[in-house]
């Protein structure tokens, strides 16, 4: 699966733009970028022999290709047709070549620019492993690339307007100054072996609110078979094509939605006739971020088992007595784990009260009456909360967990990440995290380090890609533990506020360094 947010500094590229007509042999300069949005600045005459150079803006990472739209350059021929007949062939061939050279001289250049602002503004999680941690000073884009997976499970289940206007109608998605639409694409397979499908979801704003301005879900039928698009779909107006394996060749059928700002993969995939549709509402509507609240955990909520802790864990009791109802083995199992990590600790239990309130219990040894949990320490009900995820008889598809060491002691947070690396056999697990504790549990390839560039843009940077960290952990060190000795060259708030050091900090002299201690 990859998640991008897309956004585009328009006024700085249309700024940009205009300066292209001003050079020789330069009429219009045209720039169309994916999104509903282009420029074109300058002028040719209607009926005008032109010469037209497009040049695609792609950049290549990891050797797949990415295109985010085209640049044209188009040249007046018509006054030089003129000339022609004035002047003599010679002289007429060395002024074709001059405004030739220039035009793609131009071309060369404002592609350049325009590739590398693009490069930098486009923020890009490739390749996410079934446990993936993040990891970064504060103020690094942890917590803002963890709100695009919610972002997008609250679309689904509460409604695209309800989600944006959350995030101050979107500006906390967006980078800062930034303008246009904020564009997110997922790539996933439904199983082992199966096609990879693309997800593009386009949102603007209008005056009205929130739009969909572009929406489309494309897969590749056979190794051979070029991208074909089955569903497109643009401010509420687009088609689909039905069917368990659509094709090109099958019938699209237009299917207009009740308004703009709703989302067709949501809409079209409660209808059971398209079930590669339904498969990803399926599979987003299943997402769980975790935004847990140990005071939260306290409450004592309406009696009524509930299969799933909520996002704050504001239902745990519920969960605990759904557990208790319906799957005793797997309360046991969370138990047996809870009571390996919780000093004397002897059972958890969820009790119904006659007013119909649910009170959650903690009974230690050896103390003959539990305490309600609002007497309970703040680890014992998140750990408790954070097993009741983890061991959940039927797994979310993708489990989100932001800074698990939070009110947990050091020594359990190496035994949480391993919990975490068990449950990511049956689910996939995106984690943030401060903790050199829960690091050490980790593998190079599963951690992503983040940190913002001098342009205030998210860079992210996989610890396996770092000189010398494979070799040391072939050694015997602990990630973490070469996290907090400096071995990374980055991530150290204190310095370089987070960035790398040097160039020179990602090469093998810190193998040298730590030879000579």
């Known amino acids: 699966m990859v998640a991008s947010a897309w956004t585009f500094d328009f006024p700085h590229l249309e700024l940009e733009l205009k300066g292209l007509p001003r050079m020789p042999g330069v009429d219009l300069a045209r720039l169309t970028l994916r999104g509903p949005r282009d420029f074109s600045v300058g002028r040719v005459g209607e009926g005008s022999d032109t010469l037209v150079k497009t040049f695609p803006l792609v950049y290549e990472e990891l050797g797949q290709r990415h295109e985010l739209g085209r640049l044209e350059l188009v040249a007046d021929l018509s006054a030089d047709r003129s000339r022609m007949v004035r002047t003599v062939l010679v002289g007429f061939a060395g002024k074709l070549a001059v405004t030739l050279l220039v035009l793609l001289l131009a071309l060369a250049v404002y592609h350049a620019i325009v590739r590398q602002r693009l490069l930098v503004i ?56 930034a303008h246009g639409p904020v564009i997110i694409e997922i790539k996933y397979r439904e199983r082992p072996k199966t096609p990879l499908i693309t997800y593009h979801l386009s949102i603007d704003e209008t005056p009205k609110g929130p739009v969909v301005a572009e929406e489309w879900l494309e897969w590749r039928r056979g190794s051979l078979g070029r991208p074909f698009k089955f569903l497109t779909y643009r401010h509420g107006m687009g088609s689909v094509v039905s069917g368990d394996q659509p094709d090109e060749r099958d019938q699209r059928q237009e299917v207009p939605l009740r308004g703009p700002d709703l989302i067709a993969v949501n809409t079209l995939g409660q209808i059971a006739q398209h079930p590669r549709v339904a498969a990803l509402r399926d599979f987003i509507t299943d997402w769980y971020v975790s935004y847990l609240s140990v005071d939260n955990t306290r409450s004592q909520p309406e009696s009524g088992p509930q ?20 799957h005793p083995e797997q309360l046991e199992r969370v138990m047996v784990v809870l009571r390996q990590r919780i000093p004397r600790l002897e059972r958890i239990d969820a009790t119904p009260m006659p007013d119909g309130r649910l009170l959650l219990q903690v009974k230690d040894a050896p103390f003959e009456q539990p305490v309600l949990s609002k007497f309970a320490s703040d680890g014992t009900l998140k750990m408790l ?38 449950a990511s056999e049956r689910t996939q697990l995106l984690v943030t995290t401060h903790s050199p504790f829960f690091l050490n549990s980790c593998r190079p390839e599963e951690v992503r380090i983040l940190y913002r560039d001098d342009q205030g843009f998210t860079q992210a940077r996989l610890a396996s890609d770092i000189m010398g960290i494979k070799e040391f952990m072939a050694a015997g060190a602990s990630l973490g533990h070469l996290w907090m000795e400096g071995q990374f060259g980055m991530s150290d708030p204190l310095r370089n506020q987070g960035a790398p050091w040097s160039l020179q900090s990602m090469e093998p002299q810190g193998k040298r360094g730590r030879r000579g201690r």
């Open 122 to 177: 486009a923020g890009e999680l490739k390749n996410i492993t079934p446990l993936t941690v993040l990891l970064g000073p504060n103020g690094s884009g942890k917590s803002t690339l963890f709100d695009v997976f919610n972002f997008l499970s609250e679309c689904f289940q509460g409604g695209l307007r309800q989600a944006w206007d959350r995030r101050g109608r979107g500006r906390e998605l967006k980078t800062r100054g």
């Open 307 to 326: 299969e799933r802790l909520s996002k704050t864990g504001d239902n745990l009791a519920n969960v605990i007595q759904y557990l208790k109802e319906s």
């Open 385 to 422: 909360a954070y097993l009741t995820v983890l061991y959940d008889p039927m797994p979310p598809q993708f489990v989100g967990i932001e800074e698990p060491e939070n009110f947990l002691h050091p020594r359990l947070l190496p035994e949480l990440g391993e919990e975490c690396r068990l």
